[in-house]
Each structure stands twice: as structure tokens, then as C-alpha cells.
């Protein structure tokens, strides 16, 4: 006879515990899922568990989130079963149990990425197409072409003309409505931004127009020029504006909001620029709050820039996002365990040992190769002759005895930065393997531009076109 479990869990991970558990299929055991009453189970304690918990539902044995506190042995005296503490990611429950984990699916999304070339006047034909093959390898769906004010943009048609017959689809975005009108008819596929002023425009070309208010923040006007659109039939995406911090984001995020309410079947884009060009932040957290924002909302499109140097990684962050989003909204779980890609700067398990534990691998090596490895405590390099700990790399050079050896120097000494920077971040380290980034990483033809060091982070699934 299997053995039955009963897992206990949050309301927030309780459909993804049971998708879990179902595509474990024959376990070996038989299981119920029970939620205490709380929203995330790290909350719960020993004392709210005797309490919420009248029916183990003839369970062999319970199991708890492994962030789950409480006094285990307590627990499985009071039910007569035993207690135990499962991982602390669900993701990691096959595993536990001795299957292998699923993938998760990050080949799909719904979200047209337009990546916009902001000094597109100023740029030659060549500059301009190499500058979309490097937008579109990091997941740009549209190549956005930047007017500038009062700035000549004579080869702007030729420039539609060259990104299209290299197989792209394209946008003008401009303030100037003769320059939205070449555009189009050079063959544009969509233009930034239309008002009800200017909205006749649309009739005059094909290409599918972005929709603005007159007035910034008319909310009522913007849904006039939509209702407009769709009494003509046509398709558009409207966009409500967001605006920086601290100067009225609140309120933006406010009126997408809105929107989606008045308007629920409306396809609506967000420009992401006011807060990543003009916060400084990184961005890897910033893209990821506003495709959340995104999923929530059904927002399908969105227009970024990487204008800033910290924005330099933009278009690959909000590719990254937009799969984990899309991957943790269809599945109903939370965005964790999705992805390393918007985890640049730190990691979820950065010490897997600590220096009790590394001490004791320590203890074991006979030879007088030297291995480096990290705890929360701090760095440690060992060999046959001992080890010896720091948070400085400088206190532990007196101790390391290199007899002049220049090269082994050499690399202790990149191998003891890396570990140092890990260390210092929360970040994976493993010796003879360079630290990774996520998206931040460099772009392949800017390692080409540094010495050779080696190959780095760079994005390596295929884009696909929104499901």
C-alpha cells in the first residue's frame, strides 16, 4: 500500500503545488494538499499548525514548506504522524523526492517588443540596420525609428525601406505629422504616437497606429480616438503614458488601470523609458515589476530604449521578463524558480556550503593544488597544507607560499577577485568559471571589443513571436 502525504502550503502556492504534484504522476505515494488559512506558508508557526490543522486526512506522514518554522518533533507528536520539512522552492519538490525536475517553459510570451533607435536621423543607413540586428538578437519584435525635433530626417523612407527589405518590422515615432505620414507610406508598420487631432492620419496609410491623449493624462480623450478606431474597424494600441518618479508614476500606473477597465478588450501598450532611462537603478528589477504590471493588466505591447549606459542591457531584461511573466501568470505560480536572467547582480542559493562544511572538504585534499570556495562567512582557499579564511583577499596572501610563481600568482589572483565580488554581492561562485550576469551580461561583439577573456553571459534561447 503507497504511502499517503498530506503537503501543507499557502494560498499563493497552492495551484502550483498541485500542478506540481500531478505531473509527478506515480510517486510512489498518494498526497492532499491543506492551506492553514495563510497566504504564504513561512508564515506559518508550529502553534498556528496544531491549531488550523483538525484532519490529516488518514495521512502516513505531513509535509512542511522548508521555510516553514516550528518545532518539528512537537508536531509529529501532537498528529501521531511525522513531521518533516520538504525544499525550500517548490520547484525543487520532484527533486526531493528523487525525480527530476520540469523545465520550465520560457519559449512563449504575448508581449511586441519595440526597441526604438532614438538618433535614427543622425545615423547613417548602415549604423541604423546594424544597430536593429543587434535589438532584434536580444528579442526585439519592432525596430522603432526615432524622429528628433526639429531635426531633418531626409533619408527617413529610404530608412523604412532598407529595415524592411532586411525583414523587419518597423515604426516611426515622431511628434511631426508629415514625418508619421512618410513613414507610413514608405511602408511602416505602425506610428507613435496618433491623437484625436491627428488621427486622420490613419486614414491616409496602412500602418497600425499608436494611440495617444491630446492633453497628457485624458484618460476620456484617449478613449474617444480608440472608440473612433474601432467604429472604422481598424487596429491600434493605445497608450496612456507612463510617467517618471516622482512625478506622477503613482497616477500613470493609475490610469493603465483604468483603462483595462473601461476598455477590456483593447490592446494597449506601455513606453517603459521615463523610469528606467531616468531612475538610477538597475533595470533587471525595474523591467521586471513593469512586465508583472503587464501580465496582470494584459498589456501586449510595450516600447523601451537604451539610451542610458545602465539601460544598455533594456531589450534583452524585458525579454527575459516578459517569458517568466507569461510563464508564472499561464501557470498560475509566482515568478521564482523561473529563470537566472533578471538575477545579474545577486542568486537565490549563493553559498551552498558553509565553513564548517567546506573545513571538512578541506581536511580530505592531499595534493597542493589550491581550491577557493565561499560561505556566507567569507572566502576560503585550501590545500594539503590547510586552509585559511577572509573576507580580504589581501589577508590571505602572506599564508599561500607561491615560491615566485608568476602565473599561478596570476590566476589565484583573478580567481580570489571573482570569489571577493561574489562574496560581496550573493552571488554562485565556482572556481575556473567566470561569474554570471543574467541579461546584464555582455553582447557577444562587445567581448569581441576586450582582450580575450573567454566566453560570458549572453542571451542564448531563440526569440519567438508572441503565442
Known amino acids: 500500500m503507497s504511502e499517503h502525504i498530506l503537503f501543507l502550503t499557502g494560498r499563493l502556492a497552492e495551484l502550483q503545488l498541485r500542478r506540481v504534484l500531478t505531473e509527478m504522476?506515480?510517486?510512489?505515494?498518494?498526497?492532499?494538499?491543506?492551506?492553514?488559512?495563510?497566504?504564504?506558508?513561512?508564515?506559518?508557526?508550529?502553534?498556528?499548525?496544531?491549531?488550523?490543522?483538525?484532519?490529516?486526512?488518514?495521512?502516513?506522514?505531513?509535509?512542511?514548506?522548508?521555510?516553514?518554522?516550528?518545532?518539528?518533533?512537537?508536531?509529529?507528536?501532537?498528529?501521531?504522524?511525522?513531521?518533516?520539512?520538504?525544499?525550500?522552492?517548490?520547484?525543487?519538490?520532484?527533486?526531493?523526492?528523487?525525480?527530476?525536475?520540469?523545465?520550465?517553459?520560457?519559449?512563449?510570451?504575448?508581449?511586441?517588443?519595440?526597441?526604438?533607435?532614438?538618433?535614427?536621423?543622425?545615423?547613417?543607413?548602415?549604423?541604423?540596420?546594424?544597430?536593429?540586428?543587434?535589438?532584434?538578437?536580444?528579442?526585439?519584435?519592432?525596430?522603432?525609428?526615432?524622429?528628433?525635433?526639429?531635426?531633418?530626417?531626409?533619408?527617413?523612407?529610404?530608412?523604412?525601406?532598407?529595415?524592411?527589405?532586411?525583414?523587419?518590422?518597423?515604426?516611426?515615432?515622431?511628434?511631426?505629422?508629415?514625418?508619421?505620414?512618410?513613414?507610413?507610406?514608405?511602408?511602416?508598420?505602425?506610428?507613435?504616437?496618433?491623437?484625436?487631432?491627428?488621427?486622420?492620419?490613419?486614414?491616409?496609410?496602412?500602418?497600425?497606429?499608436?494611440?495617444?491623449?491630446?492633453?497628457?493624462?485624458?484618460?476620456?480623450?484617449?478613449?474617444?480616438?480608440?472608440?473612433?478606431?474601432?467604429?472604422?474597424?481598424?487596429?491600434?494600441?493605445?497608450?496612456?503614458?507612463?510617467?517618471?518618479?516622482?512625478?506622477?508614476?503613482?497616477?500613470?500606473?493609475?490610469?493603465?488601470?483604468?483603462?483595462?477597465?473601461?476598455?477590456?478588450?483593447?490592446?494597449?501598450?506601455?513606453?517603459?523609458?521615463n523610469l528606467s532611462e531616468l531612475t538610477d537603478a538597475d533595470t533587471a528589477g525595474i523591467h521586471a515589476l513593469l512586465l508583472g504590471v503587464m501580465a496582470e493588466l494584459n498589456i501586449r505591447a510595450l516600447l523601451t530604449t537604451e539610451v542610458s549606459p545602465h539601460c544598455r542591457s533594456a531589450v534583452r531584461e524585458i525579454d527575459a521578463a516578459r517569458r517568466m511573466m507569461f510563464a508564472a501568470r499561464e501557470g498560475q505560480s509566482l515568478p521564482r524558480d523561473l529563470s537566472d536572467a533578471l538575477l545579474g547582480l545577486h542568486h537565490r542559493r549563493p553559498f551552498p556550503y558553509d565553513r564548517e562544511e567546506i573545513a571538512a572538504m578541506a581536511s580530505a585534499v592531499k595534493d597542493p593544488s589550491f581550491r577557493i570556495q565561499i560561505s556566507e562567512e567569507g572566502l576560503h582557499i585550501y590545500n594539503r597544507d590547510g586552509m585559511h579564511s577572509a573576507t580580504d583577499p589581501f589577508a590571505l596572501w602572506p599564508h599561500l607560499k607561491l615560491e615566485q610563481d608568476g602565473g599561478h600568482a596570476f590566476y589565484l589572483g583573478v580567481e580570489l577577485a571573482r570569489a571577493q565580488i561574489a562574496w560581496q554581492l550573493g552571488k554562485r561562485y565556482s572556481q575556473d568559471e567566470e561569474l554570471t550576469w543574467g541579461c546584464m551580461g555582455l553582447r557577444r561583439e562587445e567581448e569581441d571589443l576586450t582582450v580575450q577573456c573567454g566566453p560570458g553571459s549572453t542571451r542564448t534561447s531563440p526569440h519567438t513571436e508572441p503565442s
Request: hydrophobic share 45%; charged share 25%.
Open 25 to 273: 504522476g506515480d510517486a510512489g505515494f498518494t498526497w492532499d494538499v491543506h492551506v492553514p488559512g495563510v497566504q504564504v506558508a513561512a508564515l506559518l508557526t508550529g502553534d498556528m499548525i496544531r491549531r488550523r490543522l483538525t484532519d490529516t486526512q488518514g495521512a502516513d506522514r505531513i509535509l512542511l514548506p522548508g521555510r516553514c518554522r516550528g518545532d518539528l518533533a512537537a508536531l509529529s507528536e501532537h498528529f501521531g504522524i511525522p513531521v518533516e520539512r520538504g525544499p525550500d522552492e517548490l520547484m525543487d519538490l520532484p527533486a526531493f523526492f528523487g525525480r527530476q525536475r520540469r523545465a520550465p517553459d520560457l519559449s512563449r510570451h504575448d508581449v511586441l517588443l519595440f526597441a526604438e533607435l532614438v538618433d535614427a536621423p543622425r545615423m547613417r543607413i548602415e549604423a541604423i540596420l546594424a544597430q536593429a540586428a543587434r535589438y532584434v538578437g536580444d528579442g526585439a519584435d519592432v525596430i522603432d525609428i526615432g524622429g528628433l525635433p526639429q531635426t531633418p530626417f531626409p533619408h527617413l523612407e529610404e530608412t523604412v525601406q532598407a529595415l524592411k527589405a532586411a525583414g523587419y518590422r518597423v515604426s516611426v515615432d515622431s511628434l511631426d505629422p508629415d514625418e508619421l505620414l512618410r513613414g507610413g507610406r514608405a511602408g511602416a508598420d505602425y506610428l507613435l504616437s496618433l491623437t484625436t487631432d491627428t488621427l486622420y492620419l490613419a486614414d491616409e496609410v496602412a500602418a497600425t497606429p499608436i494611440l495617444i491623449p491630446a492633453q497628457h493624462g485624458d484618460l476620456d480623450n484617449l478613449i474617444e480616438a480608440m472608440q473612433r478606431m474601432e467604429a472604422n474597424n481598424r487596429p491600434y494600441f493605445a497608450d496612456p503614458i507612463l510617467d517618471p518618479l516622482p512625478f506622477g508614476f503613482a497616477a500613470s500606473l493609475a490610469r493603465y488601470h483604468e483603462l483595462r477597465r473601461r476598455m477590456p478588450e483593447a490592446d494597449i501598450l506601455m513606453g517603459t523609458g
